[in-house]
C-alpha cells in the first residue's frame, strides 16, 4: 500500500482520503485547518487568543495546530482551562463531531447555536482523522462518544464523507 502523494508506504487508509503516509497525512489534515481559516477570516493578526485546555485530546491537537498555525500569522496565545473575558476569540477543544452535534441539538431545541468569540479550530476534522492524528503525534487521551455521536459514527462507516457534508450544509 503506497501513499497516494508522495508514494513512500502508506500508514492511513481513511476512504474519503486514500491511502497517505503519516507526513502527508498531517500535511493534509493542517491544510484543511488553514484554508478553513483563511476563508472564514476566523483570526486577524495580533488577536489575543484564549486556548481551552482540558486535558483531553482534542485539546492537545488544537494546541500543537494552533502553534503551527501561529508561525504565519501572530497571535497572541494564551492557554487556561477556564473561559474569561479578556480575549478576542477563545478556541475551543471541538471537532466536526461536536458541531454537528451541537448544531442538530440547538435545532432540535430551538437554541441559539453559537458564540459569536467561540471558535473550534478542529470543526473540519472528523473524529476519525482525529484518532489517526492521537497515533502519528504519539498523543494521549480519548474521544468522548455520546449517543448522538455513536450514530454519526455509524452513519460515516457506512457512507464515508457523510460528516463533511453535514458540515457543509451547515455553513
Ligand atoms: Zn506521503
Do not use: W
Request: charged content about 35%; some cysteine; overall charge positive.
Amino acid at each position: 500500500m503506497k501513499c497516494i502523494k508522495c508514494q513512500n508506504s502508506a500508514d492511513t487508509d481513511l476512504k474519503h482520503l486514500g491511502n497517505l503516509c503519516s507526513k502527508c497525512f498531517l500535511r493534509t489534515i493542517e491544510k484543511r485547518i488553514r484554508k478553513d481559516l483563511t476563508i472564514n477570516k476566523i483570526f486577524s493578526p495580533n488577536d489575543k487568543i484564549l486556548i481551552i485546555k482540558d486535558n483531553s485530546l482534542k485539546a492537545e491537537l488544537t494546541i500543537y495546530f494552533l502553534n503551527s498555525i501561529s508561525k504565519s500569522i501572530p497571535l497572541k496565545i494564551d492557554i487556561k482551562n477556564k473561559i474569561d473575558n479578556k480575549h478576542d476569540k477563545i478556541v475551543l477543544p471541538k471537532n466536526l463531531d461536536d458541531e454537528i452535534e451541537a448544531f442538530l441539538e440547538a435545532m432540535f431545541n430551538k437554541k441559539e447555536y453559537k458564540k459569536q468569540k467561540e471558535i473550534s479550530l478542529l470543526r473540519t476534522i472528523s473524529n476519525e482523522e482525529i484518532i489517526i492524528l492521537k497515533k502519528i503525534l504519539k498523543l494521549k487521551g480519548n474521544i468522548k462518544e455520546t449517543k448522538l455521536g455513536k450514530t454519526l459514527n455509524n452513519l460515516e462507516k457506512k457512507y464515508p464523507g457523510s460528516k463533511f457534508g453535514l458540515l457543509k450544509s451547515l455553513s
